[in-house]
């Protein structure tokens, strides 16, 4: 039987999925200083409520309550051969800002070379007519710190006396647990799933035992770190647990991380920024190589509305 890599441009010889770099990293700042000045109705998002990469961005923008500062417009949750599409529909919509039908279209005004994947977010310069940047990491810290006058908003998820700590445990979590799902899924040998799908556990019980005594993952006050692990934990159960073959556990099943996870969806305005029907039927009808009948589960049924019972940590 032949084995289909789902990008098989991001697959090593031994079986084990290597993401691609983001293509584009110019930066927006406060002072203009990098030739992308902040400022209101300049930049439009482009994102999916189906991607993890994307929400972290859609979270950050809302936590700084930046949505009358940056628009957004949402593609369609199921991805073909011709990438992510702008269509009418539930939650998702047709591009009315360039009018284009496909994200590829923003990456070739940019970049007409351009031939690797086209990812979501994205960053549009409506005044240049370019993407400025299609990387998560980067906009989280963008939304974070340069648009601090246009909003009202005291937050700091990247505060100065945490930095080494936050870049050190964010890298931790990237490699086992937000690609280390993805490792485990799109693997295509045996060895590279068991070894992504044992460090992911191995990693996933070490955040539980340091929940254990802290609210957050550095004390009383959420920062970034503590959304790009969100991310990941609120889809867990509904895909990565089935889709992606990461069964050991679930989320549920840990006494710190699901109530943790309920913690941060219980924050002011995140839980209208997940969205369970596109998160599923992104995943199980686009990777049609991992589940080609592309039937969507009804499940699980979660309640993510209970208490935390987190109050009393620090």
């Not at 406060?30 to 209101?40: H, M, N, V």
């Not at 011709?82 to 590829?104: K, M, P, T, V, Y």
């Not at 009202?152 to 990237?174: A, H, K, V």
């Not at 509904?238 to 099943?253: E, Q, W």
């Amino acid at each position: 039987m032949e084995i289909r890599a789902q990008f098989p441009g991001e697959q090593s010889p031994v079986g084990e999925f290597t993401r691609q770099p983001d293509a584009f990293r110019k930066w927006v700042t406060a002072d203009g200083s990098s030739g992308y000045p902040a400022a209101a109705g300049r930049y439009h998002l482009y994102v999916s409520w189906a991607c993890p990469w994307a929400h972290r961005t859609i979270i950050v923008r809302k936590l700084k309550k930046l949505e009358d500062v940056v628009g957004m417009t949402v593609v369609d949750p199921i991805r073909d051969e011709r990438g992510w599409a702008f269509r009418e529909g539930s939650e998702h919509s047709l591009d009315r800002i360039n009018g284009f039908q496909f994200l590829r279209e923003a990456y070739e005004a940019t970049d007409p070379r351009y031939i690797g994947r086209m990812t979501v977010p994205v960053l549009w310069d409506c005044a240049t007519k370019r993407i400025v940047t299609n990387s998560d990491d980067d906009l989280m810290r963008i939304f974070n710190g340069e648009f601090n006058r246009f909003t009202q908003s005291p937050i700091d998820l990247y505060p100065d006396g945490l930095r080494q700590e936050i870049d050190e445990l964010n890298t931790f979590i990237y490699e086992n647990v937000n690609d280390g799902v993805y490792r485990a899924g799109f693997a295509t040998s045996q060895h590279a799933y068991e070894r992504a799908a044992r460090r992911l556990f191995a990693a996933l019980d070490q955040l539980d035992a340091r929940l254990a005594t802290r609210r957050y993952l550095f004390g009383p006050e959420s920062v970034e770190t503590d959304w790009r692990l969100f991310v990941t934990l609120v889809r867990f159960d509904a895909v990565y647990h089935g889709h992606f073959k990461c069964n050991v556990r679930r989320i549920i099943d840990y006494p710190n991380l699901f109530g943790y996870l309920k913690d941060l969806y219980q924050t002011d305005g995140i839980a209208e920024t997940v969205n369970f029907d596109h998160i599923k039927r992104h995943y199980y009808v686009t990777h049609d190589g991992i589940n080609p009948t592309r039937i969507v589960p009804l499940g699980p049924d979660q309640d993510l509305s209970t208490p935390p019972g987190r109050g009393h940590l620090a």
